[in-house]
């Protein structure tokens, strides 16, 4: 009975050992792995530090006026070339789309004539009108 | 036999001993007591117990005064990292302007250290890292190895190439650090505001200095801090976009108006944010070789200068505010010019009749400003200019800044002087604040390179005159804007008011008559004005176009109405199409001259 008992006194005491360094080189393991990762993270970082830095070289404003001068057609904006929605024209009516086939095969009878151009006139003044 | 031997021997030895007994016995009877001291006996145990005491006592105050050294004295027993830790460049937050956009930056870079201790051939490592470095100086590395020192730079931020050349060279002793290498990607572009750091991360100028001045450094010497994602990047006021183009435009006036030096500068003046601020000639503070010339400085802030016509509008201002004027006085200049002891003021656009408060300032009249000046008095013009904050040093971010240059003995004449714009030198950054407090309504707010909002501004502002005076301050330029010497910065659809000013500039104590000082002040729009546009140009030529005109209107008005045109979009001030209606109700209620 008492010889049972050491045995399996023995046998716990070998598996709780073998038990706690599995857990101890697991452990170690995974410090291992979080360092490297951690580190893999500082490097990524770094890496992302230097991208935005050379985004913004890229990206800085004298750079992009120069490539703008070179390669685009466009020109420094003027007041003059914006419109108020109040002077943009109404649009027309409503059109019968099938009506107006008709009337593009010559079948139809004479529809939709652009409406009162003096009143058209009249809102079509200085777009950016000055003050 | 024996025993008569014996006691021979005794005899003998007792008439030895008679001769030595003086000495021998009190040492022996030490001896015996310390051998009475440790045989194990109960009544010999308390000074057993007390030997053992002192020796533990002895032990403990050694180990104190050990640590008491090591703690006190700075030895030389530093270890590498300690060492490093101090030399290697610390992190610095990012800066970026207000939308976001980054001004400068940390990257990492690998620096080599030597431990000249640790190197066994000083003249081999020597010849094998100038050959994988050749930019490095024999001698000068020679000289560094052949120190006592633990720790010596070899190079700092080198390329990975060079890192793994270095490293193949396998030389004990020599090794790499990572450090943090500042850079400022936009280059020139606000470079005066940012200022630079040098390759230690130190901050040396401009906001890099401020940052420092904050606390960063000591954290550092904590040994806090190394990693800028610590950091809370600082968010400037700056508006990147509107920064470059305020200095491309300024550029450009430079080389057309062959001018020595221009500056130029946009400020929110409700809430004081510095938008953008130029100086030209600049530099670039990733390579700031020259940014400690003189002719780099940065004259928004630290350039004082006389501002010329500029200055009648904190006159006319004050002379309104203090009740001595209103809108509808009216000044005589007959016969053109004033005299004052031996001194004669003249009118610069004469007209020779008489100009109501509007009219003095669409003419730039000298004598009605120094009418207006002298009505108010010496004392409380000076009162008014110190309430403007004109007559002390002005404080921002920026480390660097000039006091004002104002009259040591302050009479009559200086006030006459000073109505118009001379005699007094201040830096253009405190003459806009003081003009921006013209417009927004009476709140004088320091100006700032922070972002701020618009309660914080009004928490530290102060009142220093009337809404009703600003309302006809903003009157009286938008009329010069409209009609005056402003028109060209009359941008259609912002509503721009202005005021030019050239001054003369000061040669060896006499005003020159050819070269000008000239600047430029810009409010849009006028009836509720949001930003102040500032230009200067130092030393302006007349050109073809101009007819030979080297003032104000033709080069610093021209590139305030480019910027103007340039940055309002951006600024996001929507154009109008119409004059806003009865923008500045109390002036046509009172019915002053051109609202008619």
């Known amino acids: ?131 | 036999m024996k025993p008569s031997m014996n006691e021979a021997q005794a005899q003998a030895a007792a008439a030895q001993d008679s001769a030595a007994e003086g000495e021998a016995a009190p040492r022996a009877r030490r001896f015996a007591m310390l051998r009475d001291v440790f045989r194990m006996s109960g009544e010999k145990s308390q000074p057993r117990v007390g030997l053992v005491i002192l020796g533990f006592s002895a032990l403990f105050l050694a180990i104190t005064g050990r640590l008491v050294m090591l703690a006190t004295l700075p030895t030389e027993q530093v270890g590498l990292r300690r060492a490093t830790s101090n030399a290697i460049s610390a992190a610095r937050p990012d800066i970026v302007d207000r939308h976001g956009n980054v001004l400068a930056t940390d990257i990492r870079t690998v620096s080599v250290f030597a431990e000249p201790r640790n190197i066994l051939d000083k003249d081999e490592a020597t010849e094998l890292l100038t050959a994988v470095l050749p930019d490095l100086d024999a001698k000068e590395l020679r000289d560094k190895l052949g120190t006592k020192k633990g720790f010596v730079w070899v190079k700092r931020e080198i390329t990975p190439r060079q890192q793994a050349e270095v490293h193949r060279l396998g030389i004990p002793g020599v090794g790499f650090v990572p450090e943090n290498k500042r850079v400022y990607p936009n280059g020139t572009a606000a470079a005066h505001v940012l200022g630079f750091a040098n390759v230690d991360n130190v901050g040396i100028a401009g906001i890099e200095k401020y940052i420092d001045s904050q606390g960063l450094q000591d954290l550092n010497g904590a040994g806090l801090a190394t990693q800028a994602s610590d950091l809370k990047p600082m968010t400037l006021s700056i508006d990147l976009r509107v920064q470059h183009a305020l200095r491309d435009e300024l550029a450009k006036g430079i080389e057309k108006y062959k001018a020595i030096a221009a500056a130029g500068a946009i400020m929110d003046v409700n809430t004081g944010e510095m938008i953008a601020l130029v100086s030209l000639p600049d530099f670039d503070p990733g390579n700031p070789v020259d940014a400690l010339e003189k002719d780099r400085i940065n004259r928004m802030n630290v350039g004082v200068y006389e501002m010329g016509s500029t200055f009648k509008a904190l006159t006319i201002a004050m002379a309104l505010d203090a009740g001595k004027a209103n809108i509808n006085s009216s000044y005589s200049t007959a016969g053109g010019m004033m005299r004052f002891g031996r001194q004669v003021i003249k009118e610069y656009h004469g007209t020779g009749r008489t100009l109501t408060v509007p009219e003095v300032f669409l003419h730039s009249s000298n004598m009605g400003s120094i009418k207006m000046a002298l009505s108010v008095g010496v004392e409380g013009h000076k009162a008014f200019l110190r309430k403007m904050m004109q007559l002390d040093r002005m404080t921002t971010e920026l480390p660097e800044s000039a006091a004002p240059i104002v009259p040591q003995r302050w009479g009559e004449i200086n006030t006459a002087t000073i109505a118009f714009g001379h005699g007094l030198a201040v830096a253009p950054l405190q003459a806009m604040a003081a003009v921006g407090a013209l417009v927004n309504g009476g709140t004088l707010i320091t100006p700032t390179f922070l972002k701020r909002s618009e309660e914080e501004a009004k928490r530290l502002g102060i009142r220093v005159i009337k809404p009703e005076t600003s309302e006809a301050m903003r009157f009286i330029m938008r009329l010069n804007g409209e009609k005056g010497s402003a028109r060209k910065a009359d941008i259609a659809g912002y509503f721009v008011g202005g005021k030019t000013g050239t001054a003369e500039k000061v040669i060896n104590g006499r005003y020159a008559k050819n070269k000008n000082f000239t600047t430029f002040t810009a409010i849009a729009p006028s009836d509720k004005p949001k930003y102040l546009f500032l230009a200067i140009y130092d030393e302006p030529k007349g050109y073809a176009e101009s007819g030979g005109y080297s003032t104000a209107a033709w080069n610093a008005g021209i590139t305030t109405g480019k910027v103007i045109e340039r940055t309002a979009p951006i600024l996001g001030l929507p154009p109008r199409f119409e004059p806003p209606v009865a923008p500045f109700p109390l002036m046509a209620r009172l019915g002053a001259w051109g609202t008619r």
Not at chain 1, 1 to 24: E, P, R
Not at chain 1, 43 to 58: F, G, P, T
Not at chain 1, 89 to 118: F, H, S
């Open chain 1, 1 to 131: 009975m008492i010889k049972l008992l050491h045995v399996i006194a023995i046998g716990a005491l070998v598996s709780s050992a073998l038990y706690a360094y599995t857990i101890k080189y697991e452990t170690t393991l995974e410090a291992e792995q979080l360092q490297k990762i951690r580190k893999k993270a500082q490097r990524e970082r770094d890496a992302i530090a230097v991208l935005k830095a050379e985004w913004q070289y890229l990206n800085r404003p004298d750079r992009l006026q120069a490539l703008a001068d070179r390669h685009l057609d466009l020109q420094p904006f003027s007041v003059s070339q914006v419109v108020r929605i109040a002077d943009i024209p109404n649009r027309g009516p409503k059109v019968d789309a099938i009506g107006r086939k008709l009337e593009d095969l010559g079948l139809g009878i004479p529809t939709e004539t652009p409406k009162d151009p003096k009143d058209r006139k009249a809102s079509a003044t200085t777009p950016g009108g000055r003050p």
